[in-house]
Nanobody, 125 residues
Framework: QLQLAESGGGLVQPGGSLRLSCEAS????????IGWFRQAPGKDHEGVSC????????NYADSVQGRFTISRDNAKNTVYLQMNSLKPEDSAVYYC??????????????????WGQGTQVTVSS
């Protein structure tokens, strides 16, 4: 099971930005598709975005399309989620996780491993 650690969350005002990091430990991240997910209180986990192992293919949930950008730096063994124009409804605990792929395209619905600690994002004035 891959060991991934999320960080970078915090409190931000509506319209603000945050960058989350997902760092792998004990293994090389290259070769793995990675997804970002979130869970708001009382709700199920929601897929936010994913990136293919080479970084050439990304997918986004409709709710974050155009505001969030996923990227990866395999040399730093880290996947990032840049979140701009944040809204109160983006408030949640954010997690990263290995995901599968179909035809070279990452799929947030294909999850491997288990949920980590996550990082809390709160968007509030």
């Amino acid at each position: 099971q891959l060991q991934l650690a999320e960080s970078g969350g915090g409190l931000v005002q509506p319209g603000g930005s945050l960058r989350l990091s997902c760092e792998a430990s004990g293994f090389r991240l290259i070769g793995y598709n990675i997804g970002w997910f979130r869970q708001a209180p009382g709700k199920d986990h929601e897929g936010v975005s994913c990136i293919s192992n080479g970084g050439g293919v990304t997918n986004y949930a409709d709710s974050v399309q155009g505001r969030f950008t996923i990227s990866r730096d395999n040399a730093k063994n880290t996947v990032y989620l840049q979140m701009n124009s944040l809204k109160p409804e983006d408030s949640a605990v954010y997690y990263c996780r290995q995901v599968g792929s179909v035809g070279g395209e990452c799929r947030m619905g294909l999850r491997f491993g288990s949920w980590g600690q996550g990082t809390q994002v709160t968007v509030s004035s």
